[in-house]
């Protein structure tokens, strides 16, 4: 869990007004090995500025532990550095300490569950300038370090004309309040809690939105796209799309001749990412003049309706703990093969839907792991090896998964001995494989001198997937 991290509308989080009716860039979103972070610009009191709050993410596993006395503690620092061509605007230093109780602290490493420390800092930046943004994280007791650098540009959201801060994705919000997650992933937020106590809300998108007509009902239509490498697939059907209305508030009369707006308006949309199976997706929110304007299916048509729209890219990571390397169902399902039964294939080869696929494979690990705290640890076996053997074992014709060392390899792990023979005069190229502990070799040649090594003999009995040896 994170450190209780709450961001409160037009209370704790003082957001940035503007002009941009429609957003062209979706918000800059971050992620690092050692620790995520994205940012999120919103409407700022102060003329002239856009505040950008940075949100920063440190899991626990990243930082050092040390016991003392009745706890553990680690600490760690941030180093912020703002500078634009010419100089440096801003440097920041802050240090944090982490605690954890003694049962907190056995309970995490037993469990491997991870947990993060999460911390906001604000900025106040001029818009439409170009910065260069640098963050380091520093553990005080292991001394490592782990920095990054970007270029960004704060938004302009001066003006009249209505307009939308950055999205932001919420784990749970708990009235006016949300708690962020930070980063692009929301593998963390799609798992289903197995906890009898209710959650105080799902999760869910926030924003403030700006210059709205007042008393006015608008529809809202929020749409999740699979975003093919580094694009957003345009042509592509929503996968997920939800409808709603937002509600403006009444606003006394003014003598300015301009028509009155309402300048600030929470927006919160409760969304559940659960169906999401492994991969990159866009996220698009559009704020539409009345609620017969939801009936639009068309995003061109939606962006020329709409008031005021934003996106942002999110990454599912991990769903149902498979990992991000399934993300193609097809070759996910041809994957299994390699450690299914007939039984087992017959159920997987059925499917024909992409509903109906993800959940065949889902069912597959459920029905082979029983022990449901246990299924996680089987399939990261499976696909770091699918993950291991393509990079070790691919010839220039296949993916090292469909070759015969990568299928032995996957069924049954790292052999205990390899007795390999790249160069034999007079021979082609071997290698035998040795696990003792299965009593079991199996001999690969290299028939055709091209890195093809060929098994020669039978290979492992369809269903044997050794994960724990």
Known sequence: MFRTLIVCSLLCVTLVSGAVAQRRNPPPIYAESRFTFDLFSAKSQVPDSTRTDLYIAVPYSSLQFEYAV???????????????????????????????????????????????????????????L????????????????????????AKDFHGQNASMSDLMVYRSRHG??????????????????????????????????????????????TEIFHRAGKGASEDDQAIERTTSTIHTQRISETTHTAPP?????????????????????????????????????????????????????????????????????????????????????????????????????????????????????PMQVFYSRIEYANARYGTGFQPGWKTDRGRVYIALGDPDFIDSHPYETMQKPYEIWEYSTLHVKYYFVDQYMLGDFRLTGVPPAPGTFVWDR
Do not use: C
Request: proline letters at 6%; a negative charge.
């Open 261 to 377: 707006s309402v300048p600030e308006t929470p927006f919160f949309e409760a969304i559940s990412f659960d169906e999401l199976w492994t991969g990159r997706y866009v996220l698009k929110t559009y704020i539409l003049p009345s609620m017969i304007d939801t009936s639009l299916s068309d995003p061109d048509k939606l962006e020329k309706h709409a008031l005021t729209w934003g996106f942002r890219k999110i990454v599912v990571s991990s769903a149902h703990g498979i990992p991000i390397t399934a993300a193609d169902l097809d070759q996910a399902i041809d994957q299994l093969r390699l450690i299914s039964t007939g039984e087992e294939w017959d159920s997987l080869n059925r499917p024909t839907t992409m509903k109906e696929k993800r959940q065949a494979i889902v069912d597959f690990w459920g029905y082979r792991i029983r022990d449901r705290q246990m299924i996680n640890r």
């Open 70 to 128: 009745d706890k553990y503690v680690a600490t760690y620092s941030v180093s912020l550095q703002v500078s634009d061509n010419t100089r440096l605007l801003i440097d920041r230093y802050e240090m944090f300490t982490v605690l954890e109780t003694i049962d907190e602290h056995k309970g995490r490493m037993k469990s491997h569950v991870e947990r993060a420390d999460a911390e906001q800092l604000s900025l106040m930046l001029s818009p439409n």
């Open 130 to 153: 170009k910065y260069n943004i640098r963050i380091s994280i520093r553990d005080f007791d292991s001394h490592i370090e782990a920095d990054t650098s970007f270029d960004f540009v």
């Open 176 to 221: 006016m309040r949300v708690v962020p997650s930070i980063g692009p992933d929301v593998s963390p937020i799609t798992q289903v809690s197995t906890s009898p106590a209710p959650t105080p809300s799902q999760s869910g998108l926030f924003a403030e939105l700006y210059n709205l007509p007042p008393d006015s009902t608008l529809g809202v239509v």
